[in-house]
């Protein structure tokens, strides 16, 4: 499974709390890094939240089978 860096759970937070959207520019000056830095993180994030999205519908369907 993979984890994400502080500034990777740092975006994720940033966006979550976010009022409208934010974009690669306004992030990248936040975090003092390049606009591709930005775009691998958002891979990487959503990379992340996939596995998850799968580990729990596996994990469903594991209860469902027991019942």
């Given at each position: 499974m ?49 596995g998850?999205?799968y ?13």
């Amino acid at each position: 499974m993979i984890s994400l860096t502080g500034r990777q759970v740092h975006i994720v937070e940033k966006l979550m709390a976010a009022a409208s959207y934010i974009n690669v520019k306004e992030l990248s000056a936040m975090f003092e890094v390049s606009d591709r830095t930005v775009r691998y993180d958002l891979d990487y994030i959503e990379a992340f939240f996939e596995g998850i999205k799968y580990l729990i519908g596996k994990k469903a369907k594991k209860r469902e089978s027991a019942c």
